[in-house]
């Protein structure tokens, strides 16, 4: 079986007390008919709650000896999973099947680069965070200016906004519905 293994393109592959029961790809397996029969069809991990993984192992670690000496430097660490309902464990393998160079993309913003974020009014909390990292209040753009790297530290990015608020609560939203003395500017 490890023969048959070695010489398959496999993306992931799940061993049941040592012996294969599926993979993503399709794993051409002599069985009792002959060396050219197909193996059943591959069955799948449940996707029930009741199967959890209880052990992570990286390569080197008891356990994974053999595995280590099967696959290398593609092993990136050695999962037994336990199903409580089939009553079964299943021990999974996670391969490095590719590699190429990558270039990550470049930041959105400079880290000094003073940034819009959003604040509801009810955010009390994060109002305070945001004073006290020196935040302030652009009351014509309705958000509070800080810069990036404070924002980052505060794991605010998801608040980080391009546009102005509107007066509607609408996106895109000029203001064509409010009444003339709601569009003049309060004194």
Avoid at 74 to 102: G, M, N, P, S
Avoid at 113 to 132: C, E, G, M, S, Y
Wanted: a positive charge.
């Amino acid at each position: 079986m490890t023969s048959v293994l070695r010489e398959l393109p496999l993306l992931y592959v799940v061993l049941s007390e040592g012996r294969r029961c599926g993979s993503v790809s399709a794993v051409h397996e002599p069985s009792l008919a002959g060396p050219s029969a197909y193996a059943t069809p591959p069955r799948r991990l449940p996707e029930s709650s009741t199967s959890r993984v209880r052990l992570h192992l990286k390569p080197g670690q008891k356990g994974t000896k053999q595995l280590l000496a099967q696959y290398g430097d593609r092993l990136i660490c050695v999962r037994y999973r336990y199903d409580a309902q089939q009553k079964k464990r299943f021990k999974t393998v996670e391969l490095l099947v590719a590699e190429r160079d990558w270039q990550p993309p470049r930041p959105r913003f400079a880290h000094n680069q003073i940034v819009a974020l959003r604040v509801t009014f009810a955010d009390v909390a994060v109002r305070h965070r945001v004073k006290q990292a020196g935040g302030t209040w652009n009351p014509e753009r309705r958000v509070w200016q800080l810069r990036y790297d404070r924002v980052a530290a505060l794991g605010l990015n998801s608040r980080i906004v391009d546009e102005p608020a509107s007066n509607s609560g609408c996106p895109g939203s000029n203001g064509g519905n409010l009444r003339a003395d709601a569009r003049a500017p309060s004194r």
